[in-house]
């Protein structure tokens, strides 16, 4: 199945909103200073459209149920556009489902490589993405590292990693397409 200049044009254009949805639902989580100048900007391009909604969305602890929604929203109208608005309604809602899982496990994916090569050029430390990155992608590579240690100079654990993201991902999102295709 190829892509088509309609599902590419509609996918860019869905990128934008959901890269500042995943920030706004990350950066609480990994307590990301707000005095950031990224950290910031995502918070006063998102305020108006969240305050309203926050209102009747309670937060559970750093986690953000108003992001999720609208990350989960987002990515069901991206859904809804790429097919046209074929099938019903559940059927929109479990491919957006399986869009933002898709978008954000691909965002730790980029989190992790962008990890291993922060450990290798050392960029400046304390920016809003080193700080993001560095609180997303470790987690994941400790635990890996507890059980393939650095081989010498050589580290496999940013590379198993990858390779287990990205076979959830293949495995959750083709999961969740196929049932939205059946719905």
């Not at 909103?17 to 990301?32: E, H, N, Q, S």
């Not at 108006?48 to 999720?68: C, D, G, H, W």
């Not at 809003?128 to 992608?137: G, K």
């Not at 076979?167 to 049932?179: E, F, K, P, S």
Request: aromatic share 14%; with cysteine; hydrophobic share 60%.
């Amino acid at each position: 199945m190829g892509m088509t200049i309609y599902q590419l044009i509609i996918g860019f254009l869905f990128w934008i909103p959901l890269t500042i949805l995943f920030l706004r639902l990350a950066l609480p989580l990994v307590r990301a200073p707000f005095s950031d100048p990224v950290v910031g900007w995502v918070y006063g391009v998102t305020n108006p459209v969240f305050r309203p909604i926050e209102r009747f969305v309670p937060r559970y602890r750093n986690l953000s149920l108003t992001a999720v929604l609208l990350f989960w929203l987002t990515a069901t109208l991206e859904y809804m556009l790429l097919f046209w608005f074929t099938g019903s309604p559940l059927a929109w809602m479990v491919g957006g489902l399986a869009g933002a899982l898709g978008f954000a496990i691909g965002a730790m994916i980029v989190c992790v490589v962008l990890s291993a090569l922060f450990s290798l050029f050392q960029p400046r430390a304390g920016t809003s993405i080193v700080y993001l990155v560095e609180r997303l992608a470790q987690p994941m590579l400790r635990a890996v590292r507890r059980f393939v240690p650095p081989i010498g100079p050589i580290d496999l654990s940013p590379a198993i990693v990858v390779l287990g993201l990205l076979i959830v991902r293949l495995l959750l999102t083709g999961l969740l397409y196929d049932l939205a295709s059946r719905v």
